[in-house]
């Protein structure tokens, strides 16, 4: 068994490095710890931002957070504060900052307005065909958890950035996402939506 487990461990290895990708090992929460004061006046010491236009980082997928840094340092993702922020970290420091806000408690949002939060459940879980906007919580999840390595946590998330998030997919301002999908969602989505969205997001546990 731990000849097979080493095997596995070897071929994926090598099957990131002919990607063009380094097979880093997987992040030191404690090495996160030490370098996350730095984040703490705007994400919260332990991740959970007291400001709403600034996204809280608990429980958010430590792979997520390495990704984000390491697009916000090479302009992939635009934000000259992120920017000014990562431009010191290593791919190494960037994952351990990913596993320590990973191990975080989230402290929910929740949703404000029940009418507001309503109406963008339906959009939520169900979509709309005909408009061909396809259900958040096929990539999201129903509950807002995400997929590792796929798709972030968003249940819980401040409504005031969710918001922001969407309107910048939706304006081309954050071009990040794999194959434009959020920019294609965002770009048939109406503020009115984007705010019923946002308002039943930071709800979702």
Same mark, same amino acid.
């Given at each position: 068994?731990?000849?097979?487990?080493?095997?596995?461990?070897?071929?994926?290895?090598?099957?990131l490095a002919a990607a063009g990708q380094p097979a880093l090992a997987k992040g030191d929460p404690a090495k996160g710890q030490a370098v996350a004061g730095a984040c703490a006046a705007c994400h919260?010491?332990?991740?959970?931002?007291?400001?709403?236009?600034?996204?809280?980082?608990?429980? *958010? &997928?430590?792979? %997520?957070?390495?990704? /984000? @840094?390491?697009? !916000?340092?090479? =302009?992939? +993702? $635009?934000?000259?504060?992120? #920017?000014?922020m990562a431009a010191g970290l290593t791919p190494e420091a960037m994952n351990d900052l990913g596993a320590y806000f990973e191990k975080q408690k989230l402290r929910h949002a929740g949703a404000r307005?029940?009418?507001?939060?309503?109406?963008?459940?339906?959009?939520?879980?169900?979509?709309?065909?005909?408009?061909?906007?396809?259900?958040?919580?096929?990539?999201?999840?129903?509950?807002?958890?995400?997929?590792?390595?796929?798709?972030?946590?968003?249940?819980? *998330? &401040?409504?005031? %950035?969710?918001?922001? /998030? @969407?309107?910048? !997919?939706?304006? =081309?301002? +954050? $071009?990040?996402?794999?194959? #434009?999908?959020?920019?294609?969602?965002?770009?048939?989505?109406?503020?009115?939506?984007?705010?019923?969205?946002?308002?039943?997001?930071?709800?979702?546990?």
């Open positions: 068994m731990i000849r097979i487990r080493t095997t596995l461990l070897l071929a994926t290895a090598m099957l919260g010491p332990d991740g959970n931002s007291m400001i709403p236009t600034n996204p809280s980082l608990a429980q *958010q &997928h430590g792979d %997520y957070i390495a990704k /984000q @840094l390491a697009e !916000f340092k090479s =302009g992939t +993702r $635009a934000n000259a504060i992120m #920017a000014g307005d029940r009418e507001l939060a309503a109406k963008g459940r339906k959009l939520y879980r169900g979509g709309d065909a005909a408009r061909g906007i396809p259900a958040c919580s096929s990539c999201h999840s129903p509950t807002g958890a995400g997929i590792p390595a796929q798709y972030p946590r968003i249940g819980g *998330q &401040h409504p005031e %950035y969710t918001l922001a /998030q @969407l309107k910048a !997919f939706r304006a =081309g301002e +954050r $071009a990040n996402d794999a194959n #434009a999908m959020m920019r294609s969602v965002a770009g048939k989505l109406t503020d009115a939506e984007m705010a019923a969205l946002s308002e039943y997001i930071a709800g979702l546990k």
